[in-house]
């Protein structure tokens, strides 16, 4: 199993380009997610599939879109992009959201990251 | 204030240390909770789930304080290859990360 593959690893853009990120799981599991990482700011939601057919916003979704495409890929698009979003972009999956009893909940797994820059 | 909240370090200790992390969160109603691993330039990576009751994955041990609203991650016997950063996870439906702690381990 791959896990959880994206692509592409790196990606630079000018101001005002647009590109999309894919990510794909191989793992069967109901949810994904797209974060991004900036230094002391930890892993920020941008955006959420928690099953097939379905996208929510997270705590950082401006200026992001996603596709559900079907159950194994979710991409992240960047329609303008801004210098701004010069970040390192995790894709995640899990079984299903949410917790259960006695504090156990639904481990997410990463893929490998992209690292954009915009100029 | 942030909604998860560690210590950046960093913490520089020799091998065969014991060391300790904290990370405290604001949610009272959160669900459930996790540490992470990240290495340098890489993934975050499930170290090991924090149960209500406290668990233990060899040098390792996770606990829970609910009261006072923190997990900890207890690192037994370091190793070289423990050096990493160490991301603490709080999920009330969506996951929220802490900002990580910087563990270096030297011979």
């Known amino acids: 199993n791959a896990g959880v593959t994206q692509t592409p690893k790196f990606q630079v853009l000018k101001t005002g380009q647009s590109m999309t990120l894919q990510c794909a799981q191989d793992?069967?599991?109901?949810?994904m997610y797209w974060y991004r990482q900036d230094p002391g700011m930890g892993l920020r939601l941008i955006y959420y599939?928690?099953?097939?057919?379905?996208?929510d916003k997270g705590e950082v979704p401006n200026g992001y879109n996603v596709s559900r495409l079907n159950k194994r890929e979710f991409s992240l698009r960047l329609e303008s992009a801004a210098p701004s979003q010069t970040s390192v972009y995790f894709c995640?999956?899990?079984?299903?959201?949410?917790?259960?009893?006695?504090?156990?909940?639904?481990?997410?797994?990463f893929g490998p990251g992209t690292r954009l820059t915009v100029t | 204030r942030k909604e998860v909240e560690q210590d950046p370090g960093p913490f520089n200790v020799p091998e065969g240390a014991t060391v300790a992390f904290n990370c405290t969160y604001s949610?009272?109603?959160?669900?459930?909770f996790f540490w992470y691993r990240q290495d340098c330039r890489k993934e975050p990576k499930l170290l090991m789930s924090?149960?209500?009751s406290g668990n233990e994955d060899g040098r390792f041990t996770a606990q829970l304080n609910r009261a006072s609203q923190y997990i900890s991650l207890l690192i037994r016997d370091s190793k070289l290859s423990d050096s990493a950063t160490y991301l603490c996870?709080?999920?009330?439906?969506?996951?929220?990360f802490g900002a990580g702690t910087r563990l270096t381990v030297k011979p």
């Open positions: 793992m069967n599991h109901n949810s």
């Open positions: 949610n009272s109603a959160s669900q459930s």
């Open positions: 924090v149960y209500s």
């Open positions: 599939s928690a099953s097939e057919g379905t996208t």
């Open positions: 995640a999956s899990s079984e299903a959201r949410g917790g259960l009893a006695g504090g156990r909940g639904y481990e997410q797994y």
């Open positions: 996870a709080v999920n009330n439906n969506d996951m929220r």
